[in-house]
């Protein structure tokens, strides 16, 4: 029966993280998938998540199955966190679901039982695993301008006119802060614009969020959103805990619907349930249970808080730090924009040979984009870097 199938090739981002592994030189550097790592490259366990954790496996009396939606408070705690208290709640529902990704494609069966005709418009750069993961649902994909890689900056001209020439009821993706794979987000000003061409040619948003927090905080990175929530009748979240909680292989993620009235929220609801009953059945439930607690209880809050700004200040710093090595010597080759961008990632701004020779010949791991995840920088490797980077410029 398997015999006809022809192997895939392994997808580009994880096949980084074992071929970083398992290189046997001491100086290497892993810029490649986007996991936080602290000033000794490790990827720690939040010290909240460690004792909420502690608290949960004393306190915790079954496992019993909780339903297709997942734990009920941490739905109502995200939504709280993404939309704020000014979102209409009647018309919100939010469901959990296996990670960001595992939203995604809650989100994408949704749209195709709605309208199996809908294309998904997602920005002319974006996360890779968007294209095939959407079109796994059975979603066609198409790209609106966004990202000029010569200038380092968002085309927002461009991308208000090719948003107004997609076909009312089709699907925009668009990334609510620290876009990947750029680092490039639009203003407050921007999004506003945005949101009312979306508006004006009754477009729905799906906005996938998985750093909020790590630009500025949850209130100014969740500004799209909340904007779109007051003006729009209809969009899609999907949200990660992944990096802001550092829940990754927890798999913590939720997905929101805001529907017109609370009727076609009940039926979405309805939807959802079914759509994730077929998927998965049900959400795994320890990492929503931590962040449930977390985010119940002001004193837990406030430790995450301070916990995710530091790590959104060290990945400010990280930038700098980069940026400012590689711009002492002097190549003629700017590299500026580092400092511009927000969150985890931006583009290098070279090209796949030398990303191919920063592998080869240093041990500096990349997406053949040039995508670097600044988390990886050190003041340790930061020399190494710069003086590898420009050998190969
Ligand atoms: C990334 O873009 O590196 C992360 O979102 C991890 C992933 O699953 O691709």
Same mark, same amino acid.
Request: glycine fraction near 6%; proline fraction near 4%.
């Given at each position: 029966?398997?015999?006809?199938?022809?192997?895939?090739?392994? /997808?580009?981002?994880?096949?980084?993280?074992?071929?970083?592994?398992?290189?046997?030189?001491?100086?290497?550097?892993?810029?490649?998938?986007?996991?936080?790592?602290?000033?000794?490259?490790?990827?720690?366990? %939040?010290?909240?998540?460690?004792? =909420?954790?502690?608290?949960?496996?004393?306190? !915790?009396?079954?496992?019993?199955?909780?339903?297709?939606?997942?734990?009920?408070?941490?739905?109502?705690?995200?939504?709280?966190?993404?939309?704020? +208290?000014?979102?209409?709640?009647?018309?919100?529902?939010?469901?959990?679901?296996?990670?960001?990704?595992?939203?995604?494609?809650?989100?994408?069966?949704?749209?195709?039982?709605?309208?199996?005709?809908?294309?998904?418009? =997602?920005?002319?750069?974006?996360?890779?695993?968007?294209?095939?993961?959407?079109?796994?649902?059975?979603?066609?994909?198409?790209?609106?301008?966004?990202?000029?890689?010569?200038?380092?900056?968002?085309?927002?001209?461009?991308?208000?006119?090719?948003?107004?020439?997609?076909?009312?009821?089709?699907? @925009? =993706?668009?990334?609510?802060?620290?876009?990947?794979?750029?680092?490039?987000?639009?203003?407050?000003?921007?999004?506003?614009?945005?949101?009312?061409?979306?508006?004006?040619?009754?477009?729905?948003?799906?906005?996938?969020?998985?750093?909020?927090?790590?630009?500025?905080?949850?209130?100014?990175?969740?500004?799209?959103?909340?904007?779109?929530?007051? =003006?729009?009748?209809?969009?899609?979240?999907?949200?990660?805990?992944?990096?802001?909680?550092?829940?990754?292989?927890?798999?913590?993620?939720?997905?929101?619907?805001?529907?017109?009235?609370?009727?076609?929220?009940?039926?979405?609801?309805? !939807?959802?349930?079914?759509?994730?009953?077929? %998927?998965?059945?049900?959400?795994?439930?320890?990492?929503?249970?931590?962040?449930?607690?977390?985010?119940? +209880? /002001?004193?837990?809050?406030? !430790?995450?808080?301070?916990?995710?700004?530091?790590?959104?200040?060290? %990945?400010?710093?990280?930038?700098?730090?980069?940026?400012?090595?590689?711009?002492?010597?002097?190549?003629?080759?700017?590299?500026?924009?580092?400092?511009?961008?927000?969150?985890?990632?931006?583009?290098?701004?070279?090209?796949?040979?030398?990303?191919?020779?920063?592998? !080869? +010949?240093?041990?500096?791991?990349?997406?053949?984009?040039?995508?670097?995840?600044?988390?990886?920088?050190?003041?340790?490797?930061?020399?190494?870097?710069?003086?590898?980077?420009?050998? @190969?410029?």
């Amino acid at each position: 029966m398997f015999e006809h199938l022809k192997p895939l090739p392994a /997808d580009a981002l994880l096949k980084l993280i074992e071929e970083h592994r398992s290189d046997p030189r001491t100086d290497k550097v892993d810029l490649g998938v986007g996991v936080y790592k602290n000033v000794r490259s490790e990827t720690p366990v %939040l010290d909240i998540v460690k004792r =909420v954790e502690r608290e949960l496996l004393e306190s !915790q009396q079954s496992k019993a199955y909780l339903g297709t939606a997942g734990r009920a408070l941490f739905n109502s705690r995200m939504q709280e966190l993404v939309f704020g +208290d000014t979102a209409d709640d009647t018309r919100l529902l939010t469901v959990q679901a296996p990670g960001g990704s595992g939203a995604l494609r809650l989100g994408a069966e949704l749209i195709m039982q709605a309208n199996s005709n809908a294309k998904a418009w =997602v920005p002319d750069e974006t996360w890779a695993n968007h294209t095939p993961l959407l079109n796994s649902a059975g979603l066609t994909l198409a790209k609106y301008p966004y990202y000029d890689g010569k200038s380092h900056t968002l085309l927002i001209d461009q991308m208000l006119d090719g948003l107004r020439k997609i076909p009312s009821t089709d699907i @925009v =993706v668009l990334h609510a802060c620290c876009h990947n794979p750029t680092g490039v987000d639009p203003s407050e000003d921007e999004w506003r614009a945005i949101v009312d061409v979306l508006a004006e040619r009754k477009l729905v948003p799906m906005f996938d969020t998985a750093y909020l927090g790590f630009a500025q905080d949850i209130t100014a990175d969740a500004f799209a959103i909340r904007y779109a929530a007051e =003006v729009l009748d209809e969009l899609i979240v999907t949200a990660s805990c992944s990096k802001n909680f550092g829940l990754y292989r927890e798999r913590v993620g939720a997905l929101s619907l805001l529907a017109k009235d609370s009727t076609a929220r009940d039926v979405l609801a309805s !939807q959802a349930s079914m759509a994730a009953r077929t %998927l998965y059945s049900m959400p795994p439930d320890h990492g929503a249970a931590v962040v449930a607690r977390i985010l119940s +209880d /002001d004193t837990l809050r406030q !430790q995450w808080d301070k916990e995710r700004d530091e790590m959104r200040d060290r %990945l400010s710093d990280m930038r700098s730090l980069l940026s400012t090595a590689l711009e002492n010597k002097s190549t003629g080759h700017s590299f500026a924009h580092l400092t511009r961008s927000k969150g985890m990632f931006c583009y290098l701004g070279i090209s796949a040979q030398q990303v191919a020779r920063l592998k !080869q +010949d240093f041990g500096i791991y990349m997406a053949d984009s040039s995508r670097i995840n600044v988390a990886g920088i050190t003041s340790e490797n930061v020399g190494y870097l710069a003086d590898s980077i420009v050998s @190969v410029l």
